[in-house]
């Protein structure tokens, strides 16, 4: 019990800055600015575009995590942890300086029509890279919590690899990739830092947020940034509260 009392400095730290949303937004003139619609729109649909793309690329990644034993594990883990252990900024520099348009991938891309920067191609990408090392470490913990026992129940059974997967991994770990994925769509709806650096435009909820800030300071922005957490606070809030209830039954 004494914890509890020596927590609550640390809960009011965390909780302060959102009582104190609430109590100061303009709920009597409560609308978006100009603009702010359209950011909406694009943090929505990009987002829905990537999270996909991120699944796709993440999940056999993090299955191969979980399950090998190979020497070429270690360098891949560092790999991933990398560029999410880099400031976004430099990663934003960085993919400038890969993919750029003054670059010889940026230039190749370019001949083929397909040319990243400043479009929603770009957006995607920046967005790829924040999401993809989160989703695959989350992920991995997910396969590793898959019983081993029980994929190699279903070989003996005669089920190929991928009957294997779908049947029985996948399904166990459906949960655990259910959090991966939240967490992955909190990280690519919220990125500020790549996102300003590689994709400008078309601008999303963050950028705008920055822009409104800049131009007509805080009193402007508290509407969007209302319309950014009911973005991506729920799914995980919810997942969180399943999680619990799981806990306790």
């Known amino acids: 019990m004494r914890s509890f009392w020596l927590g609550i400095p640390a809960v009011a730290l965390l909780v302060i800055p959102f009582l104190t949303l609430a109590l100061i937004t303009p709920w009597h003139d409560f609308r978006l600015a100009y603009g702010d619609g359209q950011a909406i729109s694009v943090s929505l649909l990009m987002s829905a575009v990537a999270l996909p793309l991120i699944a796709l690329g993440g999940i056999p990644l993090a299955l191969w995590l979980a399950r090998s034993r190979s020497r070429w594990r270690g360098p891949i883990e560092i790999a991933v942890l990398v560029p999410l252990l880099t400031p976004p900024l430099a990663v934003g520099i960085l993919l400038i300086s890969a993919y750029g348009p003054y670059s010889s991938i940026g230039e190749a891309l370019a001949k083929v029509g397909l040319g990243l920067n400043n479009n929603p191609g770009a957006f995607v990408l920046a967005q790829i890279y924040a999401g993809l090392p989160w989703f695959v470490l989350s992920a991995r913990t997910a396969f590793e919590n898959v019983p081993r026992d029980t994929e190699e129940a279903g070989e003996t059974l005669g089920a190929s690899a991928w009957q294997v997967f779908w049947r029985l991994t996948l399904p166990q770990a459906s949960r655990g990739l259910a959090a991966a994925l939240a967490l992955a769509w909190v990280r690519i709806i919220g990125e500020?830092?790549?996102?300003?650096v590689f994709s400008y435009f078309p601008q999303g909820i963050p950028v705008k947020l920055f822009i409104n800030l800049q131009n007509d300071g805080v009193e402007a922005v508290y509407t969007l940034l209302?319309?950014?957490?009911?973005?991506?606070?729920p799914l995980p809030l919810w997942l969180a509260m399943r999680a619990r209830k799981r806990h306790h039954a």
């Open 192 to 196: 500020f830092g790549i996102v300003l």
């Open 226 to 233: 209302w319309a950014l957490l009911a973005a991506t606070l």
